[in-house]
């Protein structure tokens, strides 16, 4: 029976400690491509605006439930659809835009993360 | 100094040593914390006043995830709310709602920051949050930071006009909505805090991360002089009420405790001790590896 080689001993206990934390949700991540992840937290960042923006044009048209109707008789019903359509846009806009900023950097990291786990890999099997 | 590295030590072998029993205890102090908290700034609906039930809440905090703590915490103050009125009730709820959206998406495991920031206005520190999840959090943090002054500035804003919605019983229901709106967003020293703080985060996490020799120190000053000065500018510019004396005393305040907890806490919670298991050909491995002392006198427990 061989002794046991401390360094292996070091680099496998490395290994193991990055597989329970980080590399359990780096396997996650990368189990997607690029952009499939990318896409898909955009997607659920919309979702999430599209709910915080009925939440809020609900808020708004309470809080203006007096004047709305008064004026709903002689307000223009496309224009006022097409603004709020506009500020739509921009609020879904903005979130997809940080969650594309976001995700991709969390992607990139992950994927640096594995390439390091690959190499200890690489290392453990010269042993 | 090497005192302080024993005491330092000593708190980091005890907590590699028994990590799990102290983050539930820890746990469930934080979640006792912050419900009595609420119930003593507002303690509107009497049933939740009961001491067993927030004991009880705090039991079951202790070992769920720590999030959970954040959805106790805001379901109290709902319920409170709506001890004051229904209109505050359904503004509070949508609110934390619009703020869970948020902070889900981007932070989720920042629960600390949601937290602990209202508890700091509670105890007079507020300008040390900034500065501490700028160094352990991330840029989104101001996120989580900024739900937590929300979470105090309406917590503030139902005690202090309790006497004066709940008098308004003879207004219409639209009428005591617009008025609780007002009061809650139109609030110039919670919007200038929002951003004081988010700047003062994401400031002292940039500098922290460069890799020159004292960036640690270095994004802690830079905090500072943010957190003075953007807070400063901002209160000028939109005529908030914020004490001069306060803000420059408790931001010097904070840079000092943020070193204090920079030494002591981080470590203890970042470097914790881990266990593994795996094996190979010839062998299987239970390692427990625990992090180096750095002291020369601390030899363990």
């Not at chain 1, 290994?15 to 491509?33: D, N, T, V, W, Y």
């Not at chain 2, 991330?138 to 309790?162: D, E, H, K, R």
């Not at chain 2, 308004?168 to 008025?179: C, K």
Request: net charge positive.
């Amino acid at each position: 029976m061989k002794d046991m080689d401390d360094e292996k001993v070091m680099l496998m206990t490395r290994m193991a400690s990055f597989e329970q934390e980080e590399g359990r949700k780096a396997l996650r991540i990368c189990h997607f491509f690029r952009s499939d992840y990318v896409i898909l937290n955009v997607v659920k960042s919309v979702v999430s605006s599209t709910i915080a923006f009925a939440l809020l044009l609900g808020l708004y048209i309470y809080y203006n439930i007096d004047n709305l109707m008064q004026e709903v008789y002689s307000m223009d019903l496309i224009k006022t659809g097409r603004t709020v359509l506009t500020y739509y846009i921009a609020f879904a806009g903005v979130s997809a835009l940080i969650s594309y900023v976001v995700y991709s950097f969390r992607y990139d990291r992950a994927r640096k993360s594995l390439k390091d786990y690959n190499a200890a890999l690489r290392k453990l099997d010269e042993y | 100094m090497e005192q302080l590295f024993y005491v330092r030590d000593t708190i980091k072998g005890l907590f590699g040593r028994f990590d799990g029993y102290i983050k539930s205890v820890l746990r469930f102090l934080l979640c006792l914390i912050v419900l009595l908290s609420i119930n003593g700034s507002l303690g509107y609906m009497e049933r939740l006043n009961s001491t067993p039930i927030v004991l009880i809440i705090s039991l079951m905090c202790s070992f769920l995830p720590a999030n959970m703590i954040v959805f106790f915490a805001a379901l109290f103050v709902a319920a409170h709310s709506y001890g004051v009125s229904l209109e505050s009730a359904v503004i509070v709820t949508a609110l934390f709602f619009l703020m869970f959206l948020l902070y889900y998406r981007y932070s989720p495991k920042d629960t600390l920051a949601v937290l602990l920031t209202p508890l700091c206005f509670f105890f007079k520190i507020p300008y040390l949050m900034p500065l501490v999840f700028g160094l352990i959090g991330t840029p989104l943090s101001a996120i989580s930071v900024s739900c937590g002054v929300i979470a105090y500035y309406v917590i503030g804003y139902l005690s202090t006009n309790y006497t004066v919605i709940t008098g308004m019983s003879d207004e219409t229901t639209v009428m005591r909505f617009r008025f609780i709106m007002d009061g809650m967003l139109k609030n110039r020293e919670m919007m200038v805090m929002v951003i004081g703080f988010s700047a003062t985060v994401i400031i002292v996490n940039v500098i922290k991360r460069f890799s020159f020799r004292f960036s640690w120190p270095v994004a802690i000053f830079a905090g500072t002089l943010t957190d003075i000065l953007v807070i400063a500018i901002a209160a000028s510019k939109t005529g908030a009420k914020i004490s001069g004396g306060g803000l420059i005393l408790g931001s010097l305040f904070a840079m000092l405790a943020a070193f204090i907890v920079k030494f002591f806490i981080f470590t203890v919670d970042y470097e914790k001790t881990e266990r593994v298991q795996f094996e190979d050909d010839d062998y299987y491995y239970y390692v427990k590896a625990v992090p180096k002392i750095k002291s020369r006198e601390y030899k363990g427990l």
